[in-house]
């Protein structure tokens, strides 16, 4: 049976992905009236319109787009959401507003634990239907790749219940999901974080290793929340079970979470929004790859994560969404315009913070994030003739079409 063909053709610019470390030739590598073509799933020769068609005629193709001037480029990779859950927080946006603190309105029984209580309460059906709503929202704004924390059950059936949906919507809908257990994402009511570590550790990874759904465990390092010897026994734990290290780490306060995933090798730490030269150093030489959430930043009024200083130190940075009920945004080209306005990066080092660095931050080592040859065929096709309206354009997303795998699956 003959594999399914795509071809992309007529692109004012088609980005490939990361050029070299030449600093001369930049953080891309482009190419003027570009095209693609795809066999399968993978993309198999990249060139010149003029070079791709005549060796992949548009007319004998299975699926031909034509971009009539218009940029193309990978699609987006979010590493970062915690986009399964139930339940509205918008009034808490409202009481922030008002001035009320985040940690006050955790005190007054509001932020995570409402979500949990809200979560726990509903169906299978209804966190299912939630998730492709959001994937749905994710996928009209270039999104083709993206990581799901579980996190809003804290207790074993719940997160099993999550973890189940996020491989149950990964089936069902074109983009990409990437499970990670957030099992430490807060401590329930009611309980000392101590004995909430020991569950943790001894009665959700176990269900979760078994389950064999999630990729990656994740802790939320934090002051008031999980110290960095507690986020230090549950990574471990995790480790043991077949689970790469994430850290959520020094979003308030600078707790050690930094170098805790230097030290266990994560595959990324993100927040960093209070990170020191020494924290960029360790995640360097570890190779931790640091995800900046913008997003947040701007949801809460906050200080941003210094993306200069990683940059500058030669590590490029990936950004995400931080999608959940106390940061709704779902557009990766939002994070990029937050990313160039409020982080000082150009459009191109957000765009490969968005693509390539993303991907690198769930350890995808097949080119995801890329259009290179033997990559997955995940591109955006833009209203636009350059990648630098993705950030420019901030009123409405600048994509036309949304391929994966070769496939249209948003025109």
Not at 190 to 212: C, F, I, K, N
Not at 308 to 337: I, K, Y
């Amino acid at each position: 049976m003959t594999e399914r063909t795509c071809v992309v053709y007529g692109a004012s610019e088609l980005v490939v992905g990361p050029a070299n470390d030449d600093e001369d030739e930049g953080p891309l590598e482009t190419i003027e009236n570009g095209a693609f073509a795809a066999v399968g799933d993978e993309v198999v020769a990249v060139g010149t319109t003029d070079e791709i068609v005549r060796e992949y005629p548009p007319e004998n193709a299975d699926v031909a787009v034509d971009a009539d001037g218009n940029a193309v480029v990978p699609g987006f990779v979010d590493p970062h959401t915690h986009a399964v859950f139930a339940g509205d927080r918008s009034d808490e946006f409202e009481a922030k507003l008002r001035g009320k603190s985040y940690q006050e309105i955790l005190e007054d029984g509001g932020g995570i634990l409402r979500t949990v209580r809200a979560t726990r309460e509903a169906s299978d059906e209804t966190l299912l239907e939630n998730l492709l709503g959001h994937l749905d929202a994710m996928l009209a704004r270039g999104t083709t790749t993206v990581e799901v924390k579980s996190g809003y059950g804290l207790d074993t059936e719940t997160e099993l219940r999550l973890l189940e949906a996020i491989d149950r919507a990964d089936e069902a809908h074109p983009v990409d999901l990437v499970p990670t257990f957030l099992g430490a994402h807060a401590v329930p009511e009611g309980e000392s974080t101590d004995d909430y570590v020991d569950r943790v550790v001894d009665d959700q990874l176990p269900a979760v290793e078994s389950q064999g759904i999630a990729e990656f465990c994740d802790v939320f390092c934090e002051e008031g929340v999980f110290d960095v010897e507690q986020s230090r026994r549950v990574l471990e734990a995790g480790l043991e079970a077949g689970l790469t290290p994430k850290v959520h780490a020094e979003e308030f306060t600078r707790l050690g979470g930094a170098e805790l995933a230097a030290d266990l090798a994560a595959a990324s730490a993100d927040h960093l929004l209070h990170a020191t030269d020494e924290d960029v150093e360790a995640m360097r030489a570890a190779d931790v790859v640091p995800v900046l959430l913008p997003g947040t930043a701007f949801g809460l009024g906050a200080d941003y994560a210094d993306a200069r200083a990683f940059l500058e130190a030669g590590w490029p940075v990936a950004v995400a969404t931080d999608f959940n009920p106390n940061c709704h945004s779902r557009s990766m080209g939002f994070v990029q315009t937050l990313s160039c306005v409020e982080m000082g990066m150009t459009p191109a080092e957000a765009l490969r913070a968005s693509t390539s660095a993303a991907a690198r931050a769930l350890d995808r080592d097949d080119g995801t994030g890329t259009l290179g040859v033997g990559a997955p065929a995940d591109a955006v096709v833009l209203e636009a003739p350059s990648y630098a309206h993705i950030a420019y354009r901030f009123d409405t997303p600048a994509v036309d079409t949304v391929l994966k795998g070769g496939e249209v699956v948003r025109s």
